[in-house]
């Protein structure tokens, strides 16, 4: 559903690093000529112009990645935004991270990695740029679960737990969470769900929505969201689950 191909990039400094390699020079030679400290630098480079490094004919070779469809919705919405900014700057070819934060309008690199943190995108060795995140956030502030061990002194067939055991391995995070009622107070799971956010009508009894309203007030949550997380463990519970996974997934 409206898939495109990424190609190859062209540019002077593409045409000189393929030219070089062309009339035998090395890729570290190349690398120091363009100022690079190694070829790892020359590498990065060349990877934003879908360039990937052949080891076999030692020479670079071009890439036409497919986009997905959710691929072209994340640019679409980084568009004009700081996000934005800091990804096209990234693909430019800049390599000094604290030159790139200077231009996107930060003090330093780390305030940038935070912002981008912040805003859901993790850093992609491999593209050597942030991508979107998605999937169910971690609560950093949740406290751990003391784990126990059980001292046997006598002997025990253990062979005779062994579906019990299946069975609590298979629900643990449900078992915990019953047996720890007071660390799952005032906890609302955040979600990062992939695509554009939609208008949607449906009826509801005023009731509830005076309910909804409330909540969303008294606990500083969007409707939207709340709404979200209903919706996304309401189909986990009630055998939709692996339709949640393949979508938080996307």
């Known amino acids: 559903m409206g898939e495109a191909?990424?190609?190859?990039?062209?540019?002077?400094k593409v045409?000189?690093?393929?030219?070089g390699l062309t009339e035998g020079k090395s890729?570290?030679?190349?690398?120091?000529?363009?100022?690079?400290?190694?070829?790892?630098?020359?590498d990065m480079y060349m990877r934003r112009k879908n360039w990937r490094w052949n080891?076999?004919?030692e020479n670079y070779e071009e890439e036409a990645p497919k986009a997905t469809f959710q691929d072209n919705l994340n640019q679409v919405k980084t568009i004009g935004t700081k996000v934005g900014r800091v990804i096209d700057l990234f693909n430019s070819g800049i390599e000094d991270p604290m030159e790139i934060a200077k231009k996107a309008g930060?003090?330093?690199h780390i305030e940038m990695a935070d912002y981008m943190t912040n805003k859901n995108y993790v850093w992609?060795?491999?593209?050597?740029?942030?991508?979107?995140?998605?999937?169910?956030?971690?609560?950093?502030?949740?406290?751990?679960?003391?784990?126990?061990?059980?001292?046997?002194?006598e002997e025990v067939d253990i062979k005779q737990f062994i579906p019990i055991l299946k069975v609590l391995q298979n629900n643990k995070d449900k078992i915990v969470e019953n047996l720890t009622p007071e660390l799952?107070?005032?906890?609302?799971?955040?979600?990062?769900?992939?695509?554009?956010?939609?208008?949607?009508?449906?009826?509801?009894?005023?009731?509830?929505?005076?309910?909804?309203?409330?909540?969303s007030n008294e606990k500083n949550i969007t409707q939207r969201q709340i709404l979200e997380v209903a919706l996304i463990e309401f189909f986990n519970k009630y055998g939709y689950s692996y339709r949640v996974k393949e979508m938080l997934n996307a």
């Open 184 to 215: 799952q107070i005032n906890k609302i799971p955040t979600y990062l769900v992939p695509g554009i956010a939609t208008i949607l009508s449906a009826q509801m009894m005023s009731s509830l929505k005076s309910l909804l309203k409330e909540f």
């Open 5 to 12: 191909l990424k190609k190859a990039g062209y540019d002077d």
């Open 15 to 19: 045409e000189l690093i393929l030219k």
């Open 55 to 57: 080891s076999r004919t």
């Open 124 to 153: 992609n060795d491999e593209l050597g740029n942030y991508v979107m995140k998605t999937g169910k956030l971690e609560d950093k502030h949740a406290k751990p679960v003391i784990e126990q061990t059980l001292d046997i002194t």
């Open 106 to 108: 930060f003090r330093n």
């Open 27 to 42: 890729r570290e030679g190349l690398a120091k000529e363009f100022g690079y400290k190694n070829y790892k630098g020359l």
